[in-house]
């Protein structure tokens, strides 16, 4: 589906361009001299591509900015010493910083082109278009609108919910919702997925696999239901999903996932769109119709290992999250480097230098850092600011874990809970665990979704209490490598109640003083 992307995007950037990416511009009418939609929907091809755009560009600032400041460095993940952005590790945050603002005008981007395609397609369409393939792209569109205000409710909390940009476009104060009614809308919107979206069978032909299917919807659906604490619903989901054979791990031996890949191999452009993939945002490059994905750019090491100028190492693994690891996990190594690793797939071979220190870390990033498109020959954009590997949303990997902790927590056979949750462990070149615990479940989703920007939304789902305790005894330290040994700093920042939701930005609630009043039913369900 990668090939489609690229080569069919600039159909749906027509519309896409017409809705701006940031502030309040998103509810904007289309200007009158814009692609006239009667004449655009005539054909099942055009039809097919009109969501494209949802899958990137409105997602790049969240992508590129937000989602591993919040993800990583406030879970205590990730350190870092940079001024932009420590405020996210020390609890300091408020609504003036750029970051958060960012982080809304990005997932309020998403929800306005969304609808956009929502509210526009089915009158538009040519009355030759099969009503299932108008549905499936609506459904995808409900998928991705879903997907931001999951991301929007678990930041912010009560929110505004937005169904039709139209309805907003003369009254600037809209009132935020109540945090059950956003939960429902965004299950409305899945259950609406499932129904309509293709089923599908990922292969091996990747090319295919890019686009959300019901099955996607079904497995984003488990983990909302994770995060609502109906285990019974979570556990359904996911085992449906499992059943179905749709998505499959990539590594681990043919009975657990598919032998030809690995972890490691999850994140190279290369296997975009593997078998393990339920959601990922689709990167090409920013020369492209798209945007290309700027997270190597923030991850990587500096001096040309990119093609260019940047690699920034803004952020480093924490002294905590170092030590969460166990003896030969795989994972390890495709996540973290560490003095003296090699990768001979880094630009024709890279060694990790003796004295690498992000941030402190005495260590750097792997994950998501794929070298420069020139040194490998590889034809995808990788360089300066953009590479084309995906994002991963959602995962195989995460679904099983949602599956174990649902079963765990009574929502189903134990037995299947265990066997998901072993065959991550499987994979990552450990022991089983007969019995384990809860316990063991939120460490395993920590080490399996590291630099993924989960950990920090499954930290606080556990409660205040715990969340609290956790993220206020997580060291967020440095090593001191001027020494042999390196010696850690320790550094610990307390945590309270009020740090568990991050404040409105500032700038939206000047627009938009209603966000600070109480929150309101949502008036829009049938």
Same mark, same amino acid.
């Not at 039709?164 to 429902?184: G, H, S």
């Given at each position: 589906?990668?090939?489609?992307?690229e080569?069919k995007?600039?159909?749906i950037?027509?519309?896409?361009?017409? +809705?701006?990416?940031c502030?309040?511009d998103f509810?904007?009418r289309p200007p009158e001299?814009?692609?006239?939609?009667?004449?655009?929907?005539?054909t099942i091809?055009?039809v097919?591509v009109?969501?494209n755009a +949802?899958?990137?560009? *409105?997602?790049?600032n969240?992508?590129?900015?937000?989602?591993w400041?919040?993800?990583?460095?406030?879970?205590?993940n990730?350190?870092?010493w940079d001024?932009?952005n420590a405020?996210?590790?020390?609890f300091?945050?408020n609504?003036?910083h750029s970051?958060?603002t960012q982080?809304?005008?990005? %997932?309020?981007?998403?929800?306005g082109?969304s609808?956009f395609?929502?509210n526009?397609l089915?009158d538009?369409a040519g009355?030759e278009?099969?009503?299932?393939?108008?549905?499936n792209a609506v459904g995808?569109?409900?998928f991705?609108?879903?997907?931001?205000?999951?991301y929007?409710v678990r930041?912010?909390?009560?929110?505004p919910?937005?169904a039709?940009?139209?309805?907003?476009v003369l009254?600037p104060?809209?009132p935020?919702?109540?945090?059950e009614?956003?939960y429902?809308?965004i299950?409305?919107d899945?259950?609406?997925a499932?129904e309509n979206c293709?089923?599908?069978i990922?292969g091996?032909? &990747?090319?295919?696999?890019? /686009?959300v299917?019901?099955?996607?919807? /079904?497995?984003m659906l488990?983990?909302?239901?994770?995060?609502?604490e109906n285990?019974?619903m979570a556990?359904?989901?996911?085992?449906?999903?499992i059943?179905s #054979?749709e998505?499959? +791990?990539?590594?681990?031996?043919a009975e657990?996932g598919?032998?030809?890949g690995?972890y490691?191999?999850?994140?190279t452009?290369?296997?975009?769109?593997?078998?393990?993939?339920? &959601?990922? %945002?689709q990167?090409t490059?920013?020369?492209?119709?798209?945007?290309?994905?700027?997270?190597?750019?923030? &991850?990587?090491?500096?001096?040309g290992f990119t093609g260019g100028s940047?690699g920034?190492?803004?952020?480093?693994p924490?002294?905590? +999250?170092l030590e969460a690891?166990e003896d030969?996990?795989?994972?390890?190594y =495709?996540?973290i480097?560490?003095p003296g690793?090699e990768?001979?797939?880094?630009n024709? #071979?890279?060694?990790?230098?003796?004295?690498v220190?992000?941030?402190?870390? #005495?260590?750097?990033? /792997?994950k998501?850092?794929v070298g420069?498109?020139? =040194?490998v020959?590889? $034809?995808? #954009?990788?360089g300066q600011?953009?590479?084309?590997n995906?994002t991963?949303?959602l995962?195989?990997?995460?679904?099983?874990?949602?599956h174990a902790e649902?079963?765990?927590?009574?929502g @189903?056979?134990?037995?299947r809970g265990?066997e998901?949750f072993?065959?991550?462990?499987r994979?990552?070149?450990?022991d089983?665990?007969?019995s384990p615990?809860?316990d063991d479940v939120?460490?395993?989703?920590?080490?399996?979704?590291?630099?993924e920007?989960?950990?920090?939304y499954?930290i606080v789902?556990?409660?205040p209490?715990?969340?609290i305790?956790?993220l206020s005894?997580t060291d967020?330290?440095?090593f001191?490598?001027s020494?042999t040994?390196?010696?850690l700093?320790s550094? &610990?920042?307390?945590?309270s109640? $009020?740090?568990l939701l991050?404040?409105?930005p500032?700038t939206e609630?000047q627009?938009? *003083?209603?966000?600070?009043?109480a929150?309101?039913?949502?008036? @829009?369900?049938?």
């Amino acid at each position: 589906m990668k090939n489609l992307f690229e080569k069919k995007l600039i159909l749906i950037l027509v519309f896409a361009l017409t +809705l701006a990416s940031c502030g309040e511009d998103f509810l904007d009418r289309p200007p009158e001299d814009s692609y006239n939609v009667d004449e655009f929907y005539q054909t099942i091809e055009q039809v097919e591509v009109a969501t494209n755009a +949802l899958y990137a560009a *409105p997602w790049f600032n969240f992508n590129t900015n937000t989602i591993w400041c919040i993800g990583e460095l406030s879970s205590g993940n990730g350190r870092t010493w940079d001024p932009r952005n420590a405020d996210f590790t020390n609890f300091a945050i408020n609504g003036n910083h750029s970051t958060l603002t960012q982080a809304w005008e990005s %997932l309020y981007a998403v929800i306005g082109q969304s609808n956009f395609v929502i509210n526009t397609l089915p009158d538009a369409a040519g009355p030759e278009i099969p009503l299932a393939v108008v549905n499936n792209a609506v459904g995808e569109a409900r998928f991705i609108r879903a997907t931001a205000y999951f991301y929007l409710v678990r930041i912010f909390g009560s929110v505004p919910i937005i169904a039709d940009n139209n309805d907003f476009v003369l009254e600037p104060v809209v009132p935020r919702n109540l945090v059950e009614d956003i939960y429902k809308f965004i299950r409305l919107d899945l259950e609406y997925a499932i129904e309509n979206c293709y089923q599908k069978i990922r292969g091996a032909n &990747f090319d295919e696999n890019g /686009k959300v299917s019901s099955g996607s919807a /079904k497995a984003m659906l488990a983990k909302v239901y994770l995060y609502e604490e109906n285990y019974p619903m979570a556990y359904q989901m996911a085992d449906e999903v499992i059943t179905s #054979g749709e998505f499959r +791990l990539f590594g681990g031996d043919a009975e657990d996932g598919d032998p030809s890949g690995s972890y490691y191999d999850l994140f190279t452009p290369e296997n975009d769109n593997n078998p393990e993939s339920i &959601f990922a %945002l689709q990167w090409t490059s920013s020369s492209r119709y798209a945007e290309g994905n700027g997270i190597q750019s923030l &991850f990587g090491p500096g001096g040309g290992f990119t093609g260019g100028s940047d690699g920034w190492s803004a952020i480093g693994p924490s002294p905590d +999250l170092l030590e969460a690891y166990e003896d030969g996990d795989l994972r390890y190594y =495709a996540t973290i480097t560490e003095p003296g690793a090699e990768y001979p797939d880094l630009n024709g #071979g890279y060694t990790v230098p003796d004295n690498v220190d992000f941030q402190g870390s #005495g260590h750097g990033l /792997k994950k998501y850092v794929v070298g420069s498109n020139d =040194a490998v020959a590889r $034809d995808d #954009g990788s360089g300066q600011t953009t590479t084309s590997n995906n994002t991963y949303i959602l995962r195989y990997g995460d679904l099983l874990l949602i599956h174990a902790e649902a079963a765990l927590k009574g929502g @189903g056979p134990a037995a299947r809970g265990i066997e998901s949750f072993n065959k991550i462990r499987r994979r990552a070149g450990l022991d089983e665990i007969a019995s384990p615990t809860l316990d063991d479940v939120f460490q395993e989703r920590r080490i399996e979704l590291a630099f993924e920007f989960e950990f920090w939304y499954d930290i606080v789902r556990q409660g205040p209490s715990f969340a609290i305790d956790f993220l206020s005894n997580t060291d967020r330290g440095t090593f001191d490598s001027s020494v042999t040994p390196a010696v850690l700093n320790s550094e &610990f920042f307390d945590a309270s109640v $009020d740090d568990l939701l991050f404040p409105y930005p500032t700038t939206e609630t000047q627009n938009n *003083p209603a966000l600070l009043e109480a929150p309101v039913p949502y008036d @829009g369900f049938n």
